[in-house]
C-alpha cells in the first residue's frame, strides 16, 4: 500500500493555512529539460488549483511515482521544488500600514494558526480587532472609549458602522465570525481550526479597510504627501 502523491501548502486561493492538497495531474517535459515533472494539485478546502515544478536530481523516477507528500520547500533525496504557482503570498502576515503593535497581534494570530494552536490564533485576532477597535474609537470621540469598552467586539464593530467608519458588509460579516472568545460564559469551546481560519480572513479584511485603503488612497491623491 502507497502511500499518495500530496501537498501541504499554505492556500493562496481561500488562504487556509498548511491546507492538504490532493493529487491531480501530472506532465513530464520531454524536450530539453526531460529532469522536469510538474504536478498538479487541488486545494482540499476551495478545490482551486497549484502546480508545482519538481526537478529530478538524477535519473529517478518520476515525481509523482514517488508518492509522497510535498511542500513548497521540498529539497531532500533526488527531488527539489523549483517553483510553484500561482506564487505564494507571505503568508499571514498583517496588511501593509497596519499600526504595529495591531500588525504583531495579527502576526502572532497566523502563526499560532500554522503551528497549529488554534485557541491561541483566535487569541491573537480578537486582540487584534480589540486594539483596532480602541483606536478607531478615540479617533471619532476620545470621550466614548470608556463607554464602548464594555461592549463585545460585534456591539463595537456596529457603533462603528453607525458612525460611518465601517462597511455595511464588514459589520455583518462580524456576526458570522467568531469573534468573542472564551471569556463569554456560553463560549467554553476551544476554538477548531475553520474558526480560526475564519477569524483571521475577517481580521485580515478588517485591517485592510480601516488602515491600509486610506493611507493607500491618501497616497494615489496626494503623491508628494506619503
Ligand atoms: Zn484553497
Known sequence: MTKPTTLKTNC????????????????TFNDDRRDLDVLWFACNSCQMPISLV?????????????????TRTTHDGPYRVIAMFPEQPEAGMAPDFTP?????????????LESGDFDLAGMGFRKAIDTAT?????????????????D??????????????LTEQIKDWSHI????????????DLYKKEDAAQL??????????????????????NPSTD
Open 54 to 70: 519538481i526537478q529530478r536530481l538524477g535519473t529517478h523516477i518520476t515525481a509523482v511515482n514517488a508518492n509522497r507528500s510535498w
Open 200 to 221: 483571521q480572513h475577517f481580521t485580515e479584511m478588517f485591517l485592510q479597510y480601516v488602515f491600509t485603503m486610506p493611507r493607500k488612497i491618501q497616497a494615489y491623491r
Open 12 to 27: 493562496p486561493h481561500c488562504k487556509v493555512i498548511n491546507e492538504a492538497f490532493s493529487y491531480r495531474h501530472t506532465y
Open 152 to 165: 463585545t467586539f460585534v456591539k463595537r464593530i456596529e457603533w462603528l458602522h453607525s458612525k460611518g467608519k
Open 134 to 150: 480602541k483606536k478607531l474609537i478615540r479617533e471619532i470621540n476620545p470621550e466614548d472609549l470608556n463607554a464602548r469598552l464594555g
Open 100 to 112: 504595529d503593535n495591531i500588525a504583531s497581534f495579527f502576526n502572532q494570530g497566523s502563526r499560532s
Open 177 to 188: 465570525v467568531r469573534l468573542e472568545g472564551n471569556e463569554a460564559a456560553h463560549e467554553e
